[in-house]
């Protein structure tokens, strides 16, 4: 599993409350990502860290905010849920720079009523 | 940005026939192309990657075509098993981008 645990694993809100999803990894991995996957849409990156405090939007970011504060962790935040972010959010890390593969979380699903 | 369309949505094969998933891809400069596989409630896991440099990487009984001039690739899985029922989902980049684009993905069926 690549030392990757995402917290919480299971998530019901109401729109308009925020939300924290966290990623902690235990190997020192410089790269982590945010995915969400819905059907019909695969698996979409909505943010990345190439390390402490560096971070990037990816193609559906609006509506996200991330941290990254120490290696070990990527925060990822909807200041105010609404029901098109109700989905499963995917952590992901990649190894290294010579590295291509993505390994994967077990996945955090977020229901927003 | 990229843009990857994968087909088909839904397949259905026979034990031990042979399954095609077929991918395009829009960004010319896309050089990496791997092909992720997710079972039933699991995590998505890498089952085999190409960068452009090739035109064809087999592994076991999976292989993974590409043909950069038309920018489409495939995953070619043999003899299937039904262990290979699952939702596999292609994917495509820059090697120097972290952006990775997914397309929808394609649910297998192996019918025993």
């Known amino acids: 599993d690549a030392g990757i645990t995402q917290s919480p694993r299971h998530k019901v809100t109401e729109t308009g409350t925020p939300v924290t999803l966290r990623c902690h990894q235990t190997e020192n991995h410089r790269y982590m990502y945010w995915y969400r996957q819905d059907p019909g849409h695969g698996l979409r990156l909505i943010h990345y860290?190439?390390?402490?405090?560096?971070?990037d939007k990816g193609e559906v970011s609006d509506g996200y905010s991330v941290s990254r504060s120490k290696t070990e962790d990527f925060l990822l935040t909807l200041e105010s849920a609404t029901s098109s972010q109700t989905s499963v959010y995917f952590c992901?890390?990649?190894?290294?720079?010579?590295?291509?593969?993505?390994?994967f979380g077990e996945g955090s699903r977020l229901t927003v009523l | 940005g990229e843009n990857v369309e994968q087909h088909p949505s839904t397949l259905s094969v026979q034990e031990g026939d042979s399954a095609v998933i077929k991918c395009t891809y829009s960004?010319?400069?896309?050089?990496?192309f791997p092909w992720y596989k997710q079972e039933l409630g699991k995590r998505p896991q890498l089952i085999i990657d190409i960068r452009s440099n090739v035109g064809e990487k087999k592994d076991q009984r999976i292989a993974v075509t590409l043909n950069k001039t038309a920018k489409h690739f495939s995953l070619h899985i043999t003899e299937t098993q039904p262990e290979d029922s699952a939702v596999y989902f292609c994917?495509?980049?820059?090697?120097?981008?972290?952006?990775?684009?997914f397309g929808t993905g394609t649910r297998l069926t192996i019918i025993p």
């Open positions: 994917a495509a980049k820059d090697w120097g981008n972290e952006k990775l684009t």
């Open positions: 992901a890390i990649r190894a290294g720079q010579g590295a291509g593969e993505l390994f």
């Open positions: 960004d010319s400069a896309s050089n990496y």
């Open positions: 860290s190439y390390g402490v405090k560096d971070t």
